[in-house]
């Protein structure tokens, strides 16, 4: 087995992949039950509302389109892919090293 994969750098690079996968699943759950019309009386839903609006707090407003689910799927869409992308690219950086 290699030195790499001795030391913690690869796990630690897996655990951050993994926190900004989970960031970005929950923005796009968000998403996909505004989409769906879910029912905002539910427990479930009143929980990924209010985890996805405090993940994408800086950029959920950040679009003013005409209609309501063009600006949820931007602004909570944009969040998503940012936190994949700086996600993924921290855990490469880490892993590299």
């Known amino acids: 087995m290699s030195p790499r994969?001795?030391?913690?750098?690869?796990?630690?690079?897996?655990v951050v992949a993994i926190v900004?996968?989970?960031m970005a699943f929950i923005l796009g759950?968000?998403?996909?039950?505004?989409?769906?019309?879910?029912?905002r009386a539910n427990d479930l839903v009143q929980f990924?509302?209010?985890s996805a609006t405090w993940l994408a707090g800086w950029s959920h407003d950040l679009f003013t389109f005409d209609e309501a689910w063009a600006r949820?799927?931007?602004g909570y869409g944009l969040a998503a892919v940012v936190y994949l992308f700086v996600g993924h690219a921290i855990?490469?950086?880490?892993q590299r090293h």
Do not use: E, K
Request: net charge neutral; charged share 10%; aromatic share 8%.
């Open 72 to 74: 949820v799927v931007a």
């Open 20 to 22: 900004a996968d989970v």
């Open 5 to 14: 994969y001795r030391n913690g750098t690869n796990q630690a690079g897996t």
């Open 48 to 50: 990924v509302h209010s």
């Open 91 to 94: 855990a490469n950086r880490i």
């Open 29 to 39: 759950l968000w998403i996909l039950m505004y989409l769906l019309d879910a029912n």
